[in-house]
């Protein structure tokens, strides 16, 4: 579980550059019980730009290891 502090500062950080979205949604989807990058992709919309999804990838699976 993050603080309010890290929760505010994951608003502003980007989770998929390429998509434009955010790292607190990410984070929102591993808490509503996404338990896997297809889970959080198919919540948020990240995945499929530029990067073939190797950028948010990477800090998916670091969440999902720290979050769950």
Not at 1 to 20: F, H, N, V, Y
Request: charged share 30%; proline share 1%; hydrophobic share 35%.
């Amino acid at each position: 579980m993050l603080t309010e502090e890290e929760k505010m500062i994951a608003r502003m950080k980007p989770g998929c550059i390429c998509k434009g979205i955010k790292l607190y949604k990410i984070i929102q989807a591993i808490e509503q019980g996404a338990k896997s990058y297809e889970e959080v992709a198919k919540m948020t919309g990240i995945g499929g730009g530029s990067c073939k999804s190797e950028r948010c990838g990477e800090k998916v699976a670091e969440l999902l290891s720290s979050l769950t």
